[in-house]
């Protein structure tokens, strides 16, 4: 009886509750338009290929130190006003460049995936112990759950079909969240720009023919981020240039009535993803 009445005591003598913890403000947002490829996959009849929503999560989870004006050199030549911008407008600029990334490296279709026999290339994922295999939105592998903490879980995955919708890389939350840390590495872990010949992704690295197609998806960038500056491509050698650095047993005859030959880039490169 005691011990009751205590502890009714003690409830009605009005000990005050917790404070309630501050809700956390809504993440401020703004309209993201669509990559060319998204135009015209509608205007094909193919649906709406990038959803809306995924938007909304890139922009939420985008982290404080990729907004901060510290990455506004690293990200300068393709939105150059990004120092000026607010923070709602710089969520906005990250969540376009991701569908451009995705617009580029699978064409917008979360079940592609990419496996190639070149040597150089077709190394050992060191999780699924098989060749590896680029998957979903941003052409992501199961090596990268280990490297970067991403959730893919292979344990589950391989029992499922290849291109199947379930598997947990090729759901674009899981893939595009991956994207992100993968990135965050790159611009704030190593300090590189967002455009450089040692990204993860072939397509951010100028001068290489999927730098183009990349190029080309960014053309809808946010306006808020002014005009992208033009970035420098290297200059293809001459064939005379050519020849001069190559030993001379190895040079060709000369024709004299030979042209030079400049070599041109396909219009449309095949996406060839490198060893990671």
Known sequence: MVIVFSL??????????????????????????????????????????WNLAWNRMIER???????????????????????WMSRASRRAFWA????????????LR????????????????????RTVRQEGLLQLTYMDSVRYGCR?????DKY??????????????????????????????????????????VTLRPGHPSFRIFEKQMANVPAACGSPLRVPQPA???ASEAAARTPARQQPRARPSQS??????????ALTVPAR
């Open 160 to 201: 499922l079909p290849e291109h199947d919708p379930a598997k947990t890389i090729l759901q674009p939350r899981n893939n595009l969240l991956c994207g992100i840390k993968i990135l965050r590495h790159q611009l704030v872990k190593q300090h590189k720009p967002l455009l450089t010949e040692s990204s993860y992704w």
């Open 236 to 238: 293809l050698p001459r």
């Open 260 to 269: 030079q030959y400049v070599p041109t880039a396909a219009a449309q490169p």
């Open 110 to 129: 979360p079940t592609a995936d990419v496996r190639h026999n070149d040597p150089q290339v077709a190394v050992i994922d060191s999780v699924t112990h």
């Open 8 to 49: 009714a005591a003690g409830h009605c003598g009005g000990q005050a509750a917790p404070p309630a913890m501050p809700s956390r403000p809504p993440v401020q947002t703004k309209p993201v338009p669509p990559t060319p490829i998204a135009i015209k996959k509608v205007e094909l009849g193919d649906g709406d290929p």
């Open 61 to 83: 989870a985008i982290p404080r130190d990729m907004l901060s004006a510290r990455r506004a050199a690293a990200v300068a030549p393709v939105c150059p006003r990004f120092r």
């Open 96 to 107: 376009y460049f991701f569908q451009a990334l995705a617009s580029a490296e699978a064409g």
């Open 152 to 156: 893919f879980n292979w344990t589950r």
